[in-house]
């Protein structure tokens, strides 16, 4: 059974500083691996997608990578802005179009 | 493009009442998710349709809920009887098939419909 561990749970940081949030899982037989950002009281947005056979993927001031024989991923984000605070959540499917399996989400507090 | 849209975006009522929540998916979209957090838990899977057949309900906590897809449009999740355990955010997502090789495979969430069970 997947299960996907985020580390930390919760995250402040001052404007400009660049941070990385850390995304483990169980089970490495996976098809592609997704972070989202969900904003209090919104829903997910899909911020970078990379599939297994890539190691990273950028988007912006994002930066995603992936290493699926460690079961790890990491979320890169760049001179962080207030803006930026949200819950960022890694998700995993184990096949194509399949139900994700999702982390509880690092909640990143970006003080001004 | 019009996103996932989810009504109602909250629903309060009383334990044993009955509620029905509603899914738009993107238009075009086979595949349509319905997704459940609780409160200081991770979302978890509930039920999958591709089209108008549901293709996983693994997740479906009890048969006190009742997904449907008539048509393969939009979807209908209802909960009857409600109990206190079922207060929490219901997502729906939607994704496109597989189209001559090309992963399509992010799926699209809709902004949740927060349900509090009195």
């Known amino acids: 059974k997947q299960e996907v561990t985020q580390i930390p749970a919760a995250l402040s940081v001052p404007e400009g500083e660049n941070l990385v949030l850390n995304c483990s899982f169980t089970d490495s037989a996976i098809y592609n691996l997704q972070w989202f950002r969900q904003d209090p009281g919104k829903g997910l947005t899909s911020l970078l997608l990379i599939q297994s056979s890539q190691r990273e993927q950028t988007s912006g001031r994002l930066n995603a990578s992936l290493d699926k024989s460690s079961g790890r991923s990491t979320l890169y984000i760049a001179a962080s802005q207030p803006g930026d605070s949200a819950t960022y959540l890694c998700a995993v499917p184990n096949s194509g179009n399949t139900p994700l399996v999702f982390g509880k989400g690092t909640r990143l507090s970006v003080i001004a | 493009e019009a996103g996932v849209t989810q009504f109602p975006s909250h629903s309060v009522i009383e334990k044993g009442q009955t509620v029905t929540l509603r899914c738009d998916p993107i238009s075009g979209h086979d595949n349509l998710y319905w997704y459940r957090r609780v409160m200081g838990k991770e979302i978890k899977f509930l039920l999958h349709f591709v089209k108008e057949s549901k293709q996983d309900e693994s997740g479906m906590p009890n048969n006190r809920f009742l997904a449907e897809r008539t048509g393969g449009t939009y979807s209908t999740l209802k909960v009857q009887p409600a109990e206190l355990e079922d207060s929490g955010v219901y997502f729906c997502?939607?994704?496109?098939?597989?189209?001559?090789?090309?992963?399509?495979?992010?799926?699209?969430f809709g902004p949740g419909t927060r349900l509090t069970v009195l």
């Open positions: 997502a939607s994704s496109p098939r597989k189209f001559r090789g090309f992963n399509t495979d992010t799926q699209y």
